[in-house]
């Protein structure tokens, strides 16, 4: 697939199924994450890998989100929030890794640069024929879940990225109208 085709085509799977990315396509996949324009090169970011065992982890710490919410949540509710990382052989959870007070690089342009590595990870499994989602969610905003993550005080998780084989076929990516976007100055 060439660069330009790649850039108009990609599009999200929520469908994925086992197996998680090789360790080979993995290192790919970081390799474009880390191109991501960086001002002042900070390296603005962190990226925490979780399969297997540690999915069951991220649900746990989930739970723990909903149950420090609301103390009287239901089971269900808990039982909810253990199983949604489930939907996935691998999430890869994008953190922004911020320098505060920086006056040439504000905080900002830190969070943008991490959105970039995450684009960079979408673009990636698109090209190696992987299904990826970039989720949010009430959870990457959570503070027991930032605090298990180990975020500092500036820190922002712009993504959990659920990753792996295509579990259904990817939608037709809409064609918008340019014009509606862009406003020329010529
Ligand atoms: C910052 C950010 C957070 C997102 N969070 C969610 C989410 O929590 N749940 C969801 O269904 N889609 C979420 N999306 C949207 C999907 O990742 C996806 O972009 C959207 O469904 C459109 O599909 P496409 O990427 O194929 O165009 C988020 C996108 C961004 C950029």
New binding site residues.
Partial sequence: MDAITLLHE?????KLMAPAPSPEQMEAIYHAALRAPDHKELRPWRFVEFQGEGLERLGELFAEAEFHADPHAEDGTLDAARKKPLRAPMIIAVIAKVTPDLPKVPKMEQVISA?CA??GI?LAAHALGLGA?????KY?FDPTVRKGLRLEEDDEI???IYIGALGGR??Q??VHKISDFVERWD
């Fill in positions: 990609r599009s999200s799977m929520g959105g995450a684009h979408l989602m970039w989720r949010s969610g990457a712009v993504a959990f990817h939608r990516v809409p």
